[in-house]
């Protein structure tokens, strides 16, 4: 059975791709083209995240260990009104919520992260085993002076060439 320790380590190992799943609804497109860091993205990393603290909750809730989370209504109460006040004067709304749920899944994954106390050693070699792997795709794309293609595009790699203009 999947645990959200092996779920935790399957995401360090997988924190360099950009495999995701862009949207593009109207407001995510300026005078007609589409802009990416408008649209929302569900990336691969996004769900082993909520995976990874949906089995958390399961065990926790499971074990009845349920951590004593200390915000003071007010506190919590401030912090609602002024995302709420953000989502309601932004210019395009839809993104600033967006952007809001993802400030949500990054504090709930540090929220994780100090309960949890993942061993040094599992987190160092996860982490190594993806520096690699991009490592080994960069060294591709420096000797080919362009990218790789193929099924590196799939896992978000950006088409280029030596031409392009910033490379």
Not at 32 to 57: A, K
Not at 58 to 78: A, H, W
Not at 111 to 127: A, E, F, M, Q
């Amino acid at each position: 059975m999947l645990s959200h320790r092996r779920l935790f380590a399957l995401l360090l190992i997988l924190l360099p791709t950009q495999l995701g799943f862009h949207f593009w609804p109207e407001w995510a497109m300026v005078l007609g083209r589409r802009i990416d860091y408008l649209s929302p993205t569900v990336y691969l990393t996004d769900v082993l995240i909520v995976l990874v603290i949906l089995f958390w909750f399961i065990e926790l809730f499971s074990r009845f260990k349920i951590y004593d989370v200390r915000f003071k209504k007010k506190n919590l109460l401030f912090l609602g009104l002024f995302i709420g006040i953000n989502i309601y004067f932004s210019a395009n709304q839809p993104v600033a919520l967006y952007k809001w749920i993802k400030v949500l899944e990054f504090v709930l994954l540090g929220w994780y992260i100090v309960k949890t106390k993942p061993n040094y050693s599992l987190i160092t070699s996860c982490l190594s085993v993806g520096v690699l792997y991009s490592s080994l795709i960069a060294i591709g794309q420096f000797v080919f002076q362009r990218s790789l293609g193929g099924i590196f595009w799939w896992f978000g790699e950006r088409t280029f060439t030596a031409d392009t203009p910033g490379i």
